[in-house]
């Protein structure tokens, strides 16, 4: 069975501090874990994925994840906040079905940041 | 420009009046997919489409039927619409939904559905 949860439902930063935003998965297979960015009023905008490459991925706007297979983990992390970066994030996870991959989400965490 | 559309953006109906909810991508992706998003829920899968006539249920299809027709359109049907289905829609597509290709999904914008 496959499952994501994302640790914290809300996370609160200053501008220009560090940000986690921490994700764990279980999965029977080999799993491809994606983060997606939620700006208010707006859809889903991927910022990085994870398909069994480098453990170390690189995203959009200076975010940055790293798959941790031991750990079952998969933490969003950026060096510095910026106030755009204000938004709800989802972890997700795919795995293969038999029908195909089907994608499962994480509850989602908020992240404001305090200017 | 690539997109996945979705009409209406906003949608107020009452019990059990029939409504559809159009969804159309512009990028010959195979696969598509309908979420609905809830507080404190995340996004949940209510059918999906590996190609055209090819469906399937996701994890919430309960009071929801889809049709795949064309490749490029994938409208989400409530025959009965009740209050339990206010929520936020995205409708999203993929180049494959085959096991192993783990490519991108495009969400559309979002319908927000108020039953009263």
């Known amino acids: 069975a496959q499952s994501v949860t994302q640790l914290d439902s809300h996370v609160s930063v200053s501008e220009g501090t560090p940000v986690l935003l921490r994700c764990n998965y279980s999965?029977?297979?080999?799993?491809?874990l994606f983060w997606y960015v939620q700006h208010p009023n707006k859809g889903l905008q991927l910022l990085l994925k994870?398909?069994?490459?480098?453990?170390l991925v690189k995203g959009i706007n200076g975010f940055e994840a790293e798959f941790k297979k031991s750990e079952t983990s998969f933490h969003l992390t950026k060096p510095s906040a910026h106030m755009s970066d204000a938004a709800e994030y989802f972890c997700?996870?795919?795995?293969?079905?038999?029908?195909?991959?089907?994608?499962?989400f994480g509850t989602g965490t908020s992240l404001t940041v305090i200017p | 420009e690539a997109q996945v559309t979705q009409n209406p953006r906003y949608l107020i109906t009452v019990t059990g009046k029939k409504l559809t909810v159009t969804c159309s991508q512009n990028m010959n992706h195979e696969y598509m997919s309908w979420y609905r998003q809830d507080p404190g829920l995340g996004l949940r899968q209510i059918y999906y489409?590996?190609?055209?006539?090819?469906?399937d249920k996701g994890d919430v299809p309960e009071g929801y039927k889809v049709s795949r027709k064309e490749k490029r359109n994938f409208p989400l049907i409530l025959e009965s619409p009740s209050p339990n289905q206010t929520s936020l829609y995205f409708c999203?597509?993929?180049?494959?939904?085959?096991?192993?290709?783990?490519?991108?999904?495009?969400f559309g914008p979002g319908t927000r559905l108020t039953v009263l």
């Open positions: 999965s029977s297979y080999s799993p491809s």
């Open positions: 999203a597509s993929r180049l494959s939904g085959l096991a192993g290709r783990h490519n991108e999904q495009f």
């Open positions: 997700v996870v795919s795995a293969p079905q038999r029908t195909g991959n089907q994608f499962y």
């Open positions: 489409s590996m190609n055209v006539e090819v469906t």
């Open positions: 994870y398909t069994s490459a480098a453990t």
